[in-house]
């Protein structure tokens, strides 16, 4: 149970287009997603809480217009990388909490995503 | 602000040998701790949790310690085994709202045959 897939799990697009990741919680229904950010050699940096049918609340430094996340349904959100560039490139994980628990995350397993 | 931190970067064990992977936090309000294993380019994976009021917490070959004291939580690998080499992160629950999980860097560990 608490499984978590993410789409796609690596693309890579040319500077100044934008590059759309789903993240979809399978077998639960999940009220708050979280995204985060990876770099090589890194640890997880917290980028957004994105909570169900509500405006997702962004880390300090993150632009929300340049991230642009949507959590449409209790299942579903999706985060939108806008006029990227080679600078965003990275590994982007999503994670869930399932409605039953109050504080595990479950993570999803990354989209690497470069920019040319 | 809040912060979690590792002890070591890289560990270096024997194949069936103890593994102890340790973290310090900053906040003493904290109560939930996690240790997570990411293995390389995979998301991470849940292997063990702990709340504040309890010291110790056992699973299949994995144990969490945690001192409240000093603000430290460690992670005790059993007969460790090359499936183990990965990433181990620490996260702890942030105090403001959404739950929000606060990483450490993260520890290497190597299992040799």
């Known amino acids: 149970g608490a499984v978590v897939s993410q789409h796609p799990s690596w693309v890579i697009c040319k500077s100044g287009t934008s590059v759309k990741i789903e993240c979809r919680s399978l077998d639960f229904q999940a009220t708050t997603m979280f995204w985060y950010r990876q770099f090589p050699k890194q640890s997880l940096m917290l980028m957004a809480t994105?909570?169900?049918?509500?405006?997702?609340?962004?880390e300090q430094g993150v632009e929300k217009d340049k991230f642009l996340i949507n959590h449409a349904s209790l299942t579903l959100s999706t985060l939108t990388v806008t006029s990227a560039h080679p600078e965003d490139s990275s590994f982007y994980i999503c994670?869930?909490?399932?409605?039953?628990?109050?504080?595990?995350?479950?993570f999803g397993p990354g989209t690497r995503l470069t920019v040319l | 602000g809040e912060s979690v931190g590792l002890h070591l970067p890289t560990l270096s064990v024997q194949e069936g040998d103890n593994s102890i992977i340790n973290c310090a936090y900053s906040n003493s309000a904290s109560d939930y701790f996690i240790w997570y294993k990411q293995e390389s380019g995979k998301g991470p994976q849940f292997i063990i949790d702990?709340?504040?009021?309890?010291d110790k917490r056992q699973g299949q070959r994995v144990t969490v310690l945690l001192n409240k004291t000093v603000k430290h939580l460690s992670l005790q690998i059993a007969a460790t085994q090359p499936g183990d080499s990965a990433v181990y992160f620490c996260a702890v629950k942030g105090t403001g709202g959404y739950n929000k999980l606060i990483f450490g860097a993260g520890t290497r560990l190597a299992v040799h045959p």
């Open positions: 994670s869930a909490k399932t409605t039953t628990s109050t504080d595990t995350q479950y």
């Open positions: 994105s909570n169900e049918g509500s405006k997702a609340t962004y």
């Open positions: 702990i709340r504040s009021n309890m």
